[in-house]
Nanobody
Framework: QVQLVESGGGLVQTGGSLRLSCAASGGLFSSYGMGWFRQTPGKEREFVAAISWRGGNTYYTDSVKGRFTISRDNAKNILYLQMNSLKPEDTAVYYC?????????????????WGQGTQVTVSS
């Protein structure tokens, strides 16, 4: 069983930066990668970014390209999301997750382990 703990969220002004961290414990050897999702009340959970273990490929939703960067520390099993130039529309609870299905990198259904989330609030 994989346990994930997100941290690094907070309140920032428009244009500010945050770095989210996700510490993973338990077995990750059978997984294909990890990802970040976000969710606001009344909306579906939205894909933000993902990384695959095999090739180190990264994926981003269009709205965060050029602003967010996903990375990992392989030795420590920590996933990061560097968020720059934050906008109010980035406000959400951010979740990290482990992907256990080879296809569907952007699909929440491809992920079977989820953290509890960390709140990111961007104000004007």
């Amino acid at each position: 069983q994989v346990q994930l703990v997100e941290s690094g969220g907070g309140l920032v002004q428009t244009g500010g930066s945050l770095r989210l961290s996700c510490a993973a414990s338990g077995g990750l050897f059978s997984s294909y990668g990890m990802g970040w999702f976000r969710q606001t009340p009344g909306k579906e959970r939205e894909f933000v970014a993902a990384i695959s273990w095999r090739g180190g490929n990264t994926y981003y939703t269009d709205s965060v390209k050029g602003r967010f960067t996903i990375s990992r520390d392989n030795a420590k099993n920590i996933l990061y999301l560097q968020m720059n130039s934050l906008k109010p529309e980035d406000t959400a609870v951010y979740y990290c997750a482990v992907r256990n299905i080879v296809a569907g990198t952007r699909d929440p259904a491809s992920y079977n382990s989820w953290g509890q989330g960390t709140q990111v609030t961007v104000s004007s």
